[in-house]
């Protein structure tokens, strides 16, 4: 069974910083695309990054320069590194995991984002 699970999500000042992580379980996450997405309330999910084998990460352009997807095959994780945290980044943040020619898609449960002062 897999099994995405997030963690780091906490509340934040403007100009803080926090670590996302998301373990993975049941699924081998360097065989996927890994993707960051948010929710805030009243709005759609947006992707705020994507990191796929073969190519450069994909950000959300507000979060450009700001928040760094990775991953770590060891750890069997991925995680996303934000910097210079802004009021309008308040959100429940979730992790994905796909595969394109399977037509996988995996989302884990969502970690709370809150940048409040």
């Known amino acids: 069974q897999v099994q995405l699970v997030e963690s780091g999500g906490d509340l934040v000042q403007p100009g803080g910083s926090l670590n996302l992580s998301c373990a993975a379980s049941?699924?081998?996450?360097?065989?996927?695309?890994i993707g960051w997405y948010r929710q805030a309330p009243g709005r759609q999910r947006e992707r705020v990054a994507e990191l796929d084998n073969g190519w450069f990460p994909q950000y959300l352009r507000s979060v450009e320069g700001r928040f760094t997807i990775s991953k770590s095959n060891a750890n069997n994780s991925a995680y996303l590194r934000m910097n210079n945290l802004r009021f309008e980044d308040t959100a429940v943040y979730y992790c994905?995991?796909?595969?394109?020619?399977?037509?996988?898609?995996?989302w884990g449960q969502g970690t709370q984002v809150t940048v409040s002062s």
């Open positions: 049941g699924i081998i996450v360097k065989d996927y695309v």
């Open positions: 994905n995991l796909k595969r394109r020619a399977t037509r996988e898609d995996y």
